[in-house]
Nanobody
Framework: VQLVESGGGSVQAGGSLRLSCQVSGYTVKDHCMAWFRQAPGKEREKIANINSAATTWHTNSVKGRFIISRDNGANTLYLQMNNLQLEDTGTYFC??????????????RGQGTQVTVSS
């Protein structure tokens, strides 16, 4: 199983980015997939996930600004990030679990992509 993130970068506050996670050796639509982030000096936190039924969950700090989605044909997971704030700075990781429901949804992880938000 290989997960490769892309789409990170530097953006001003209020801007947008879309992260992608290309997955191989594993079928995105059949498993729970998630996005995590780790801010400097802080613990890794889960910010969104999507199960095999396409039911999504977003943590409160990103709700209304970020949207997790997937493209079944491309076997790719996405995170659309709008109205980015300084506190969104960090390394973003995609991850997947062994089941369609969301438990142990970080069994497989990518290497991460850096997002830096400046004022």
């Amino acid at each position: 199983v290989q997960l490769v993130e892309s789409g990170g970068g530097s953006v001003q506050a209020g801007g947008s980015l879309r992260l992608s996670c290309q997955v191989s050796g594993y079928t995105v639509k059949d498993h729970c997939m998630a996005w995590f982030r780790q801010a400097p000096g802080k613990e890794r936190e889960k910010i969104a996930n999507i199960n095999s039924a396409a039911t999504t969950w977003h943590t409160n700090s990103v709700k209304g600004r970020f949207i997790i989605s997937r493209d079944n044909g491309a076997n790719t997971l996405y995170l659309q990030m709008n109205n980015l704030q300084l506190e969104d700075t960090g390394t973003y990781f995609c991850a997947g679990g062994p089941w369609g429901y969301c438990k142990d949804d970080d069994s497989y992880r990518g290497q991460g992509t850096q997002v830096t938000v400046s004022s």
